[in-house]
């Protein structure tokens, strides 16, 4: 099992950052893929980014590339999502999660946190 709990949500206005931590506990976390989902109030939960078990490679969705950045550091068993110049599309419950496979398809994600608000104001 792996535990997961996300940190760092918050209110914020258009254009603004905001910083999530994902911190893991229980299986050894840099055998794992890590990502970022959304989901926004009556949708789907949709994928946002990606990255290695060490972090050489990430994959981001189209509408937060340039803006989001993922990063790990397996030391501390926390990933991380730099969120820059947000915008109210943005608004979202934020989820890390985990799994074995290069994958982008949140079936396919075995472990999940419990969510993180993060709200843009305009």
């Known amino acids: 099992q792996v535990q997961l709990v996300e940190s760092g949500g918050g209110l914020v206005q258009a254009g603004g950052s905001l910083r999530l931590s994902c911190a893991a506990s229980?299986?050894?976390?840099?055998?794992?893929?890590m990502g970022w989902f959304r989901q926004a109030l009556g949708k789907e939960r949709e994928f946002v980014v990606l990255i290695n078990y060490n972090g050489g490679s990430t994959y981001s969705a189209n509408s937060v590339k340039g803006r989001f950045t993922i990063s790990r550091d397996n030391a501390k068993n926390t990933v991380y999502l730099q969120m820059n110049n947000l915008k109210p599309e943005d608004t979202a419950v934020y989820y890390c999660a985990a799994t074995t496979s290069w994958t982008t398809k949140v079936d396919n994600y075995d472990y999940w946190g419990q969510g993180t608000q993060v709200t843009v104001s305009s």
């Open positions: 229980g299986r050894t976390f840099s055998n794992y893929i």
